[in-house]
């Protein structure tokens, strides 16, 4: 060995010999310290790292915009969120009442404090049954039916016997008005020429509820009369009564034809029937009857009394409006 190393390893003893060296105890509680700060700055360091790449990813990548259902296709229903719990018991009116009752839950598609209303009816009043029969009641023969001969309000028998039958309903009556009206078919001339028909025409005004009852009762006399004896120009001839198949005209009406042979002024048979056609419309409380009764041996147009029919439902309707 140099004597230059020699020196350096007694100089190393020397500065070895002054140090005064730390206790195991001590050694060890040092160490233990810097291994956990060493743990504590990785997981520090771990913690940033993690931070750093969501906040980037966040900016590098911006939200996808929400695309709105298309129209008709059914929003899915929130979870319902709980409620909570109802009183044990309601509290008082702070008028000193009884409780107020728990309020009903709203009906979907209807905004809170409506009321729902049955179909059909409606805040507005009814309107006032007629008491009194104007003369703007009765219709108005079409021109081309008129002969120049005015209508002429008469106390007159609005329905033909039956038999003898007779209407409960009569007692139901507030107001009647009968007039006599004279017309011409359309294909025919007109003033100063001999009219076609001629019809017995009624409005009625009956107690509320009770015009149906007439309607009925006349039905049942129509099936109880098929046919009676009435009187001719030469004596009594067979006349057949039946009801007829009608369209309804106004809320309801009877329509039915009274049948016999024809005769001539002399009395004597025509060979063909003399028809008579009698029509009663309910409207309302108001009855209108049309009984068409002709004219020197004419017989009732079917689409002559029809036409007429509806002339004076039209008027009744505008009357009662």
């Known amino acids: ?50 931070v750093g790449v969501a906040v980037g990813t966040q900016v590098v990548a911006p939200q996808s915009a929400t695309v709105p259902s298309p129209a008709g296709t059914p929003t899915p229903p929130a979870p319902p969120s709980p409620s909570p719990s109802p009183s044990p018991s309601p509290s008082p009116s702070v008028t000193g009442g009884s409780a107020s009752p728990p309020a009903s839950p709203t009906p979907p598609g209807r905004s809170p404090g409506t009321t729902a209303t049955s179909p059909g009816v409606t805040g507005a009043a009814q309107p006032k049954a007629p008491t009194s029969i104007p003369d703007r009641a009765f219709f108005r023969l079409a021109a081309a039916n008129q002969i120049g001969i005015a209508p002429e309000f008469r106390d007159l028998e609005v329905l033909p016997n039956l038999c003898g039958a007779r209407y409960s309903s009569e007692g139901a009556i507030v107001q009647r008005r009968t007039r006599n009206v004279v017309y011409k078919l359309p294909q025919n001339p007109g003033a100063g020429h001999v009219p076609d028909g001629t019809y017995t025409h009624s409005i009625t005004i009956y107690r509320a509820g009770r015009a149906d009852d007439l309607l009925d009762e006349l039905r049942r006399a129509v099936r109880d009369c098929p046919q009676q004896e009435r009187p001719g120009d030469s004596g009594s001839m067979l006349s057949r009564q039946r009801l007829l198949t009608d369209t309804r005209y106004g809320d309801e009406s009877v329509l039915f034809e009274m049948r016999r042979p024809d005769q001539d002024v002399n009395g004597d048979p025509t060979g063909v029937e003399d028809v008579r056609l009698i029509r009663a419309i309910r409207v309302g409380d108001v009855v209108t009857i049309l009984w068409e009764q002709g004219w020197e041996n004419t017989s009732s147009q079917r689409a002559q009394v029809d036409a007429d029919s509806r002339r004076a439902v039209a008027a009744i309707e505008n009357w009662l409006g």
């Open 1 to 50: 060995m140099s004597r230059e190393l020699s020196e350096m390893y007694r100089s190393l003893a020397a500065d070895a010999d002054a140090c005064d060296l730390g206790v195991p105890d001590v050694l060890r509680h040092q160490a233990d310290r810097r291994a956990r700060l060493r743990v504590a700055g990785s997981t520090l360091v771990a913690a940033l790292l993690v």
